[in-house]
């Protein structure tokens, strides 16, 4: 208050343009926010563009026949070099070739199951994305941190899963095996969604804004999960498939 009981005077207006030290940090925390918020937008954003390049790496296949080793081959020489690039430019491109030779990797398994049974594709993409979302907005809709340390768990049983599947190859599996393997998985991929989602919000709130990096590690949740509803909804369609010609 001023002399002249007032607030408002020629030093204040002139003034105006200095803010305390707490408007300063309240200002800073609304920028992160902000900035974090605009972080996710361009993450799903672009990780829609990059679901669209590996539908075009999918069919790239069913015409040209281009997936296989070399394309798997390809995805993870991308995928390093996507991880040592600075440039921005570069790593969106990067990040787009790699989710195309992605889609051409699936592309051998999309076109056995368009072939025997096409509505299983729709099923599987349905069903991973509603899943995807789901547990992507669960985890950024809960408390901070509150899943991050389930990290280690879901690496450990990921672990327990190769072991798994090494020993069935090697020993032979049995169908009580497969259908673990394949409910086990779909458990830890879905885990994975939500740590991952709040490890990217946490970074962002951090200021690491790489959002090309994030957008990646969400494609790939995604493709692996897709893969393994994909395979589970085949498993079962082929089980009925059985049952109805013996019956």
């Not at 940090?25 to 563009?49: A, E, M, P, Q, W």
């Not at 669209?52 to 081959?73: D, F, K, P």
């Not at 996507?82 to 070739?97: D, G, N, Q, V």
Request: contains cysteine; charged residues 15%.
């Amino acid at each position: 208050m001023e002399a002249n009981g007032t607030i408002w005077s020629n030093d204040s207006l002139r003034n105006s343009y200095e803010y305390s030290p707490a408007m300063q940090n309240h200002l800073k925390r609304f920028c992160i926010v902000l900035g974090s918020h605009r972080c996710v937008i361009d993450v799903y954003l672009t990780l829609f563009f990059a679901l669209l390049a590996s539908a075009i790496g999918a069919y790239i296949h069913m015409v040209w026949n281009i997936g296989g080793n070399v394309s798997t081959l390809g995805f993870s020489g991308v995928m390093i070099w996507l991880r040592f690039t600075l440039y921005e430019p570069k790593r969106l491109y990067l990040l787009f070739l790699s989710a195309l030779l992605k889609g051409a990797s699936v592309g051998p398994m999309i076109m056995l199951v368009i072939f025997f049974y096409s509505s299983v594709l729709v099923t599987a993409f349905v069903g991973t994305a509603v899943a995807f979302v789901c547990f992507s907005a669960a985890a950024m809709l809960a408390t901070r941190r509150e899943y991050l340390y389930l990290g280690a768990s879901l690496a450990c049983c990921m672990s327990i899963l190769w072991w798994v599947q090494i020993a069935s190859s090697i020993f032979g599996g049995s169908t009580t095996v497969f259908k673990f393997g394949l409910y086990f998985g779909l458990l830890i991929f879905v885990g994975y969604i939500v740590v991952d989602t709040q490890m990217i919000t946490e970074k962002a709130h951090h200021g690491d804004m790489d959002y090309v990096q994030h957008s990646f590690t969400f494609f790939t949740d995604f493709a692996s999960l897709f893969v393994q509803i994909l395979v589970l909804n085949m498993f079962r369609k082929m089980k009925k498939g059985r049952k109805d010609r013996r019956n």
